[in-house]
């Protein structure tokens, strides 16, 4: 954050940030297939989809070493505060001595349930 504001007269600190991040960042549609999924997963969770103001799909620039094959819809509850972070650098386990999100003990909790992952944060 500080680097964008070092960089303002050249470069909109927002776009900065952006650049940094390394992907690509596009809002699907409230038609799109995959958002259509993620409201019906939300809503079945027991939680109002009226708090949800956008999905957004993410492609990195560098290709994804990981295995294709099936794949699960895991949530993860965090802070608004910790985003940019987690998409630059992903989940990450907590720096020792932290004193929040390790009710059940140190690592990087994902649930299937939406609510579950929005009680937590």
Not at 29 to 58: F, H, P, W
Not at 77 to 86: A, E, N, P, Q, R
Request: proline share 4%.
């Amino acid at each position: 954050m500080v680097a964008s504001q070092l960089n303002k007269e050249t470069i909109h600190p927002i776009q900065y940030i952006y650049n940094c991040l390394d992907c690509d960042i596009t809002k699907l549609g409230q038609s799109d297939v995959m958002s259509q999924y993620i409201l019906r997963n939300i809503t079945a969770s027991g939680e109002k989809c009226s708090s949800v103001t956008g999905i957004y799909k993410l492609n990195p620039h560098t290709p994804d070493e990981r295995p294709t094959g099936t794949r699960r819809l895991l949530y993860h509850g965090m802070f608004t505060g910790t985003l940019l972070s987690i998409i630059k650098r992903g989940l990450l386990n907590a720096p020792y001595g932290r004193s929040y999100g390790t009710r059940f003990g140190d690592g990087v909790y994902l649930s299937d349930n939406f609510s579950k992952s929005f009680e937590l944060r």
